[in-house]
């Protein structure tokens, strides 16, 4: 059983539209991150979300915390090329950190 | 920040010989390091923890003969694929625990196994 579900698995866009990632549990946990990945390179956070209900915005990308600290969620309006990439959510647990199954993001021009 | 060296970044080898795969922790030390697998367009997979002065714990599900990791020094862990095959071709990426900049990853070993 996956701890964290991520959808959707796979999406493709046009450059301009705006579009959601969603990562799910039935765990609750204390924080959870958000990472992206590039071809060929390691992750790269993005942002911690530890308070439930917290929204935090970076650039054209908002990210939510559930309430219930349980699921959390990425939005990105206006996509680009450039956003291209593995969009991974993760927790902790000790200093072990579990990924997401992730969500591939591919942005057309 | 910290920084994380993995070598090499690109590994092509033959069916049945070994790899090493080298993370080193460049200005800090790092007494555990986590090794990644990672298969195209899926998400990264915990294959192991390596401990300096003690034994590797392996997550269920992965050879420990056949993974064999190393956590020789404080600034040096290792993994070697022992007699590799094929199914091995992956991405192999490490990471040390969080720090002030969080998690450290390395930058990835591509691994082809022909």
């Known amino acids: 059983t996956q701890l964290l579900e991520q959808s959707p698995q796979f999406l493709s866009i046009q450059e301009g539209e705006n579009l959601t990632v969603y990562c799910n549990s039935s765990s609750v946990f204390s924080s959870l991150q958000w990472y992206r990945q590039e071809p060929g390179e390691g992750p790269v956070l993005l942002v911690t979300?530890?308070?439930?209900?917290e929204v935090k915005k970076l650039k054209r990308l908002t990210f939510q915390f559930g309430d219930a600290r349980k699921d959390s969620s990425l939005h990105i309006t206006a996509a680009q090329p450039g956003d291209t990439g593995l969009y991974l959510c993760?927790?902790?647990?000790?200093?072990?950190?579990?990924f997401g199954e992730g969500t591939q993001l591919t942005v057309n021009p | 920040g910290a920084v994380v060296s993995q070598h090499p970044s690109r590994v092509i080898c033959k069916s049945g010989t070994s790899v090493k795969i080298e993370c080193r922790s460049l200005d800090f030390q790092a007494t555990t390091m986590f090794w990644y697998r990672q298969f195209p367009k899926q998400s990264l997979m915990l294959m192991a923890t390596s401990n300096e002065g003690s034994k590797a714990t392996y997550e269920q599900g992965v050879e420990k003969d056949k993974f064999l990791i190393n956590h020789a020094s404080l600034t040096l862990s290792t993994l070697t694929v022992t007699s590799a095959h094929p199914e091995d071709s992956s991405f192999y990426i490490c990471?040390?625990?969080?720090?002030?900049?969080?998690?450290?990853f390395g930058s990835g070993t591509r691994l082809t196994v022909v």
């Open positions: 993760a927790i902790t647990s000790g200093s072990r950190l579990t």
């Open positions: 990471s040390a625990p969080p720090g002030t900049y969080g998690y450290t």
């Open positions: 979300v530890v308070t439930g209900g």
